[in-house]
């Protein structure tokens, strides 16, 4: 098992907690933006058995980010040289120490991680192998909830790329939001998900086509979400924009 701590984030429900994991001398996603929330992360970071000086993130997005600069800050006060490194391509509000390339390796004092990159959901999304397979997945999957694919910067194709990627090396998924996950069996079920949701929007714009009704994102969103509780039409709007996205790249009618 990898050492978690979830913290409160301004993240999408039903999440309401990114989770912080700490391997050796490294702490992935300092995510909070709040400032109970960013002592506790201190507290945790400071209770580990080895000096923790190194910022991971997976990807750009502030319920991944919130804390970082916080706790890099925090650490140089006391002494420590921390850093914080993430993909070239993520749009930070702070600066970062280095950037990290699909490939990179990173030496933990507890084994070595490589880092890979999984765009689709974000760009520069990173996910982070261990030799066992235990694979930190930032938000390539989720233990609560989905994965908004939200263009421009989701891509659908692009992300589904990034699951296949996965398939044959993680064995354990720690993702960001909830508990962590069996790899193999949980990257078909993404894959497979992905598949029902385009049948049901290539089913929804031909029954809307036929009726000569609106087929936008969220006349499609409406029909092929409805009496699915809980749902956020807004979001799913989103999702729907991907998916026709795909559609469209591949001129499937």
Known sequence: ??????????????????????VGRMVFDVASPYPEEQARTLDWVLSSPVVVDT?????????HTGGADAL?????????????????????PFPVDATLGDGDRLETGEGSLTALHTPGHANGHLVFLAENGDCIAG??????????????????????????????????????????????ETL???????????????????ALAAQGRPQDPHSVAERVYNGI?????????????????????????
Do not use: C, F
């Open 229 to 253: 509780p809980g749902v956020d039409l807004e979001m799913a709007a989103l999702q729907v924009s991907a998916i026709l996205n795909w559609l469209g790249e591949r001129h499937v009618g």
């Open 55 to 63: 910022i991971v993130l997976t990807h750009h997005h502030a319920d």
């Open 139 to 184: 938000d390539l999957v989720a233990g609560i909830g989905t994965i908004l694919i939200a263009p421009p910067e989701g891509h659908l194709e692009t992300y589904l790329s990034s699951l296949r990627r996965m398939l044959p090396l993680a064995r354990r998924l720690y993702p960001a939001h909830g508990p962590d996950l069996p790899g193999e």
């Open 1 to 22: 098992m990898i050492p978690v701590l979830p913290v409160v984030t301004p993240t999408l429900p039903p999440a309401t907690h990114t989770n912080v994991y700490r």
């Open 188 to 206: 078909l079920q993404y894959l497979a998900h992905r598949a029902m949701r385009t049948e049901q929007v290539r089913k929804a714009l031909s």
């Open 72 to 92: 890099r800050a925090s650490l140089r006060a006391r002494g420590v040289s921390a850093r914080i490194l993430a993909h070239r391509e993520a749009v930070l």
